[in-house]
């Protein structure tokens, strides 16, 4: 699991990401779509368009951990909009 006292910050990516990409996919995105820093410590999270699953972007000191969690029933409540928007740790584990 996460040790979330360790975070930085935690973002949700907004809108519908392609969940097939693997980690360089993801750092480029965090940097090019959002001007972040992969390596910031932050965690990033990715939705599908199905809103039934997530991926999560986590640089510890020494690599990447790419996280995926694919919810059985119902759907993620997901913004749609183009700003990225961070989360404390509370929210995270709504979801």
Same mark, same amino acid.
């Given at each position: 699991?996460? $040790?979330? #006292?360790? %975070?930085?910050?935690?973002?949700?990516?907004?809108?519908?990401? $392609?969940?097939?990409?693997?980690?360089?996919?993801? !750092?480029?995105? /965090?940097?090019? !779509?959002?001007?972040? #820093?992969?390596? $910031?410590? #932050?965690?990033? %999270?990715?939705?599908? @368009?199905? +809103?039934? @699953?997530?991926?999560?972007?986590?640089?510890?000191? $020494?690599?990447? &951990?790419?996280?995926?969690? +694919?919810?059985?029933?119902?759907? %993620?409540? &997901?913004? /749609?909009?183009?700003? %990225? @928007? !961070?989360?404390? #740790?509370?929210?995270? +584990? &709504?979801?």
């Amino acid at each position: 699991m996460i $040790d979330l #006292s360790t %975070i930085n910050k935690i973002y949700i990516c907004p809108g519908y990401t $392609d969940l097939r990409m693997g980690i360089d996919g993801y !750092a480029m995105l /965090v940097e090019q !779509a959002y001007a972040k #820093s992969p390596f $910031d410590n #932050s965690l990033y %999270i990715f939705c599908n @368009k199905q +809103r039934d @699953k997530i991926k999560i972007l986590h640089f510890e000191h $020494d690599g990447f &951990w790419l996280y995926y969690k +694919r919810i059985e029933t119902g759907h %993620i409540k &997901w913004p /749609v909009n183009n700003d %990225i @928007k !961070a989360i404390d #740790s509370r929210q995270l +584990r &709504w979801l």
